[in-house]
């Protein structure tokens, strides 16, 4: 599927309010609700709309405490990257892990928890007792400058 101007327009829109209408999606892009629709299920089933999602407050619900974690893997196997994305991908703490290179550590974690005590528990009683972590480093957020959940469209209009 090839994205149309007014394609773009309803992704910028949705990624803006997920919980936009479509009566009032269709206003704003300038459609009538009939076939706005239609290309909101034709990106849908395309696959360019993952999910629809709802952002909690962080604060409001005590998780003060977000780190950064570098992991090191004793070897290189695919046994081993599996077994470790299989078992942090049961820990509601992870919020995003990433197989990163160009660095001394094999994966980045992004982990939030209410306090450091929270985290020490998640740090020594899950994520090393996992197969095969050789290493850990933490880096902890201080303050927020940018927190983004829209992605640039701007590609895709030239």
Do not use: W
């Amino acid at each position: 599927m090839k994205l149309t101007k007014m394609d773009i327009r309803i992704l910028d829109e949705i990624q803006s309010n997920a919980r936009i209408t479509n009566l009032e999606l269709a206003d704003k892009i300038g459609l009538s609700p009939s076939p706005c629709l239609r290309r909101v299920k034709q990106l849908e089933e395309a696959g360019y709309i993952d999910e629809y999602v709802a952002r909690l407050n962080e604060k409001k619900l005590d998780l003060k405490l977000v780190a950064l974690i570098q992991i090191s893997m004793d070897r290189h196997t695919p046994d081993r990257f599996e077994n470790f994305e299989t078992q942090v991908k049961e820990y509601p703490e992870v919020q995003e892990c990433y197989l990163i290179t160009g660095q001394s550590a094999d994966y980045l974690l992004k982990v939030i928890v209410p306090d450091m005590e929270f985290y020490q528990d998640f740090l020594l009683q899950k994520l090393t007792r996992i197969e095969g972590v050789s290493g850990v480093q933490s880096s902890f957020i201080m303050r927020k400058v940018i927190d983004r959940t829209r992605l640039p469209l701007i590609h895709l209009s030239t």
